[in-house]
């Protein structure tokens, strides 16, 4: 390891940034978060070489702490270890989608009671989407166990896919429904329930970072910047002085 760090330095002292960067995350950040940001970060320094690991959330943290990743992108940052830290890198709105003909498409909202009558299609237990939507759901008296589960699916996609086929409803990622099947499902708003899930950034301390790791981290730095410049116009536009 240490005989890495020495060579990526010495090539990186000729003025680019040189390295393997290796990143583990959780299902939802790594198909729909990481590949344009990996893809943003490699146009800056193309001769830094990333490998990535999709997986789940409690491997992903398990192998920073371990040492097997530099980095981890996860939405609930449980950690195993003190020697790695996370920052929060963005958030991501989970929200309940039914086929476009289903009775709840015609209203648009809901009473947190009716979700009883649902046949819902739900993520496997564990997964980041199913902790938030159990918490979202607990925090209006509704109890995740207690609805009619029609199927257990291992993705979000998969779920929104299920719903578009008219199978049941599912809670999904915000950012799943928009690149996969937006306008092809209903968004239903359930009376006082509001799902957000964040999404975590983590790094290991206890390793002198890499020349690979310092760019990375930079680039974080100015894309999380940069995000909450373009919401806070947002808000400024929204919002009445």
């Known amino acids: 390891e240490r005989s890495h760090l020495i060579e990526e330095t010495m090539k990186s002292l000729e003025g680019e940034v040189h390295g393997h960067l290796r990143v583990g995350c959780s299902t939802t950040p790594g198909k729909y978060i990481l590949p344009q940001l990996l893809a943003n970060f490699y146009h800056d320094h193309p001769l830094v070489r990333v490998s990535c690991n999709v997986t789940s959330q409690g491997k992903a943290m398990e192998m920073l702490c371990d040492g097997e990743v ?3 992108m996860v939405s609930e940052p449980h950690m195993s270890c003190r020697t790695a830290e996370t920052h929060r890198f963005m958030v991501d ?11 709840w498409a015609l209203r648009g909202e809901i009473e947190p009671q009716e979700l009883y009558s649902g046949e819902f299609i739900l993520r ?7 902790m938030a939507v ?17 199927l257990v699916l291992g993705s979000s996609e998969a779920i929104a896919l299920s719903v578009k086929e008219g ?12 690149r996969l099947v937006a306008g092809q499902v209903a968004p239903i ?11 975590h950034i983590g790094t290991q301390k206890r390793k002198p970072e890499t020349t690979a790791q310092k ?8 894309e999380m910047a940069q995000g909450e410049s373009e919401a806070r116009a947002i808000e400024e536009i929204l919002l009445p002085a």
């Open 70 to 72: 530099h980095v981890a």
């Open 93 to 103: 709105p989970v929200i309940l989608i039914a086929p476009a003909d289903h009775p």
């Open 124 to 130: 496997e237990e564990g997964s980041g989407t199913q």
């Open 134 to 150: 159990n918490t979202g759901l607990s925090s209006i008296g509704v109890s995740m166990e207690e609805l009619e589960t029609l």
């Open 167 to 178: 199978i049941g409803v599912g809670f999904v990622s915000q950012i799943v429904v928009t």
């Open 189 to 199: 708003q359930v009376r006082g329930l509001e799902i957000v899930r964040e999404i």
């Open 215 to 222: 760019a990375f981290w930079s680039f974080i730095d100015r």
